[in-house]
């Protein structure tokens, strides 16, 4: 994995964060990959990851950010009824390689036990994430 790398989603990304409506109710804010928030919150949850596996924190300057080549919206709707939106596409992931390896094994975005923010590398081979090699396609 290298400080930049062209990638194309092989599931979508789910990326939102939770507020707290003047009611006291919990909802969900969704973010597009045009939002400034997108790439933030990505940056986030795998400096999060990060330190649940390796137990430490990053340096402040080791940062990522995810840039849209071209994307497109999928929305579902599970149990709860709530309207999911991701996003599926080709983007840039640019900086510190160890976010961008922990975002290909572990899955970029939110909602990653759910099959979402699964992504590949477009480098002449299109690899798999390691626990997908395992089994054919």
Known sequence: INS???IYMLSPTVVYDTIIEDSGKLSHCYYSPNDSEFSKIIE???????FMIYNYELEESQRINIIPIRFEERSFRFGTGEEISSWIGTFILEGDPKLINIGYEAGIGCMNSLGFGC???IDGKRRLPYYMQKYPI
């Not at 986030?44 to 990060?50: E, I, P, S, V, W």
């Open 4 to 6: 930049l790398e062209l």
């Open 44 to 50: 986030k949850d795998l400096r999060n990851k990060f």
């Open 119 to 121: 992504f590949g590398l």
